[in-house]
């Protein structure tokens, strides 16, 4: 019932409307600053040919201008683009490995990959257990490559604490 009403004031004097609208003049232009105007007056006062200029059309500005042909298509909607595609396989997931640095919110981790918390976790063992954790092992127990386990060992280390002792004083011994 709604419906009907507003169709019915929305269509109400529709052909009048359409003609006055039709019918209306060009929008004039912004006005312009007062500044603005007394410049554009005094430019007007001593080049009057300038006023002629503005006027005049430019007939070899509208034959270039009606060169131009634009050809556009409508985009593909993303549901189209999916099924044209070729259907991708599921990717393979494994589960985060340890239980620590609050890795509640990672579910699981495409294999091939490793989240930031396995990866301190992984470098720091090679560092302290170099024989036990080589890059062999680790690519086997985090389903990493192992061209790309050798860089990770090679470029990228866990932070390191290193004290030295001044050099004017003596150092004290560790037991």
Same mark, same amino acid.
């Given at each position: 019932m709604g419906a009907s009403v507003t169709r019915a004031i929305r269509n109400f004097n529709l052909e009048n409307r359409a003609e006055r609208e039709i019918s209306r003049m *060009?929008?004039?232009?912004?006005?312009?600053?007062?500044?603005?105007? +007394? /410049? !554009?007056?005094?430019?007007?006062?001593?080049?009057?040919?300038? *006023?002629?200029?503005?006027?005049?059309?430019?007939?070899?500005?509208? +034959? /270039? !201008?009606?060169?131009?042909?634009?050809?556009?298509?409508?985009?593909?909607?993303?549901?189209?683009?999916?099924d044209a595609g070729t259907r991708q396989e599921p990717k393979e997931f494994r589960l985060p490995k340890g239980h620590h640095f609050d890795m509640l919110n990672v579910k699981n981790i495409p294999k091939g990959k490793i989240s930031v918390a396995e990866a301190l976790t992984l470098l720091n063992?090679?560092?302290?257990?170099?024989?036990?954790?080589?890059?062999?092992?680790?690519?086997?127990?985090?389903?990493?490559?192992?061209?790309?386990?050798?860089?990770?060992?090679?470029?990228?280390?866990?932070?390191?604490?290193?004290?030295?002792p001044p050099e004017d004083k003596k150092a004290i011994q560790s037991k």
């Amino acid at each position: 019932m709604g419906a009907s009403v507003t169709r019915a004031i929305r269509n109400f004097n529709l052909e009048n409307r359409a003609e006055r609208e039709i019918s209306r003049m *060009k929008p004039t232009p912004a006005p312009r600053h007062p500044s603005t105007n +007394s /410049l !554009l007056r005094e430019q007007m006062s001593r080049h009057p040919e300038i *006023k002629g200029e503005i006027g005049r059309k430019d007939d070899k500005l509208l +034959s /270039l !201008l009606k060169d131009v042909y634009v050809k556009s298509k409508d985009p593909l909607s993303s549901v189209q683009v999916k099924d044209a595609g070729t259907r991708q396989e599921p990717k393979e997931f494994r589960l985060p490995k340890g239980h620590h640095f609050d890795m509640l919110n990672v579910k699981n981790i495409p294999k091939g990959k490793i989240s930031v918390a396995e990866a301190l976790t992984l470098l720091n063992n090679h560092k302290l257990y170099p024989e036990t954790w080589t890059a062999e092992k680790i690519a086997q127990e985090y389903y990493l490559e192992q061209k790309d386990v050798n860089s990770l060992l090679k470029y990228f280390v866990t932070f390191e604490v290193k004290i030295f002792p001044p050099e004017d004083k003596k150092a004290i011994q560790s037991k």
